[in-house]
């Protein structure tokens, strides 16, 4: 661990690292049936279904291999769920196309930082990232907030999970006891992340901080742009 200066490599660092760690990863943290991740998906279909809205367009930040999240809204009928599912990783997104073979009309795979997307106002139902903005420095965090609450569409929704403890910088050289894996995760900590999506403007619907595996403990946070 260490707290200090953002590398100036770090998106391809991070690139690097989950394009050589993506099996392992998926093997770990990535099951279908994961209770965390489909609790608050859940949480965030009730939310349309008592709007009775019949069709849903996502936004998922760092999908990873498309299992479990995205392959669950893809399986969700009513509503009938629409993806957009971005990551950094090459290998990851290669997963993602094979785990979501059969979905090809209702998910499109981008390949970039999630930081460089660029889409209309008003456009997504729903914006989503589980375990994903938190590898961002965090001044990127709050400008990719910014982002996000334009993308959503008046009355969407942002699910996502952040770190309890404010840090700065955090990295680790051998993440899963992978030689290639080093990792980067920043974090404006529980209040400051709470902060942070209400300064943009929306409404906090739930949040929730929970101890996961390994000890980790993230903030989960649903909140909703005013209609």
Known sequence: MSAGTVPE????????????????????????DDPVRLRYIRHLIEQFKASEQSEVN????????????TKFMLDNDKPA?????????????????????????????????????????SIFDAVTGFY???????????QLMRKIFAWLKPGGFFLANFGVDEMTTHEIQN????????MFWS???????????EDVGMNLVLTEVR???GDMT???ILAQKSS
Not at 12 to 17: D, I, T, Y
Not at 132 to 142: A, D, G, Y
Not at 187 to 197: C, F, N, P, R, Y
């Open 132 to 142: 994903s903005i938190i590898h961002l420095p965090r001044e990127e965090q709050t």
């Open 187 to 197: 974090g404006w900590g529980k209040e400051g992340s709470l902060k942070m999506v």
């Open 81 to 121: 769920f629409s993806v957009v599912g971005n990551d950094i990783s090459t290998t990851q997104l290669n997963l993602a196309r094979s785990n979501l073979a059969g979905f090809e009309d209702r998910v499109t795979l981008v390949e970039t930082d999630m930081l460089s997307l660029d889409y209309p106002n």
């Open 9 to 32: 490599n770090l998106k391809a660092r991070v690139k690097e690292s989950y394009d050589a760690i993506a099996d392992s990863y998926a093997s770990r943290f990535t099951q279908a």
């Open 58 to 69: 996502v936004l998922e930040l760092g999908c990873g291999s498309g299992i479990p999240a």
């Open 211 to 213: 101890e996961e595996v």
């Open 218 to 220: 993230f903030l989960w």
């Open 175 to 182: 993440w899963l006891a992978h030689e290639k894996g080093w």
